[in-house]
């Protein structure tokens, strides 16, 4: 059964910084597009960005990039989403999806990310 579970989230003052985790299990991350979006309460879901599984350039929103990063271990079979200088703007709840040719595969059960004093 493929699944991505994600982990990180929490309360952090602005300024501040969290790291989330994206783990796999069931297929190897390696071989798909991972993407990260985000969805505050009465909001649309929002793109956030895209590890790319050919090791491509890694692809931002405009209203993270500078900020945050995303990466890969392949041994962990995980993608980590480093948030930085994180503001109260940021606060949703952030879900990681698995591409491959395009079509969604699976997207995990997302994880609580608040900015705020």
């Known amino acids: 059964q493929v699944q991505l579970v994600e982990s990180g989230g929490g309360l952090v003052q602005p300024g501040g910084s969290l790291r989330l985790s994206c783990g796999a299990s069931?297929?190897?991350?390696?071989?798909?597009?991972i993407k990260w979006y985000r969805q505050a309460p009465g909001k649309e879901r929002e793109y956030v960005a895209t590890?790319?599984?050919?090791?491509?350039?890694?692809v931002y929103a405009d209203a993270v990039t500078g900020r945050f990063t995303i990466s890969r271990d392949n041994v962990k079979n995980t993608v980590y989403l480093q948030m930085n200088s994180l503001k109260p703007d940021d606060t949703a709840v952030y879900y990681c999806?698995?591409?491959?040719?395009?079509?969604?595969?699976?997207r995990g059960q997302g994880t609580q990310v608040t900015v705020s004093s």
């Open positions: 590890m790319t599984s050919d090791n491509g350039n890694n």
């Open positions: 999806h698995a591409y491959q040719y395009g079509s969604l595969v699976v």
């Open positions: 069931g297929f190897s991350i390696s071989n798909y597009d």
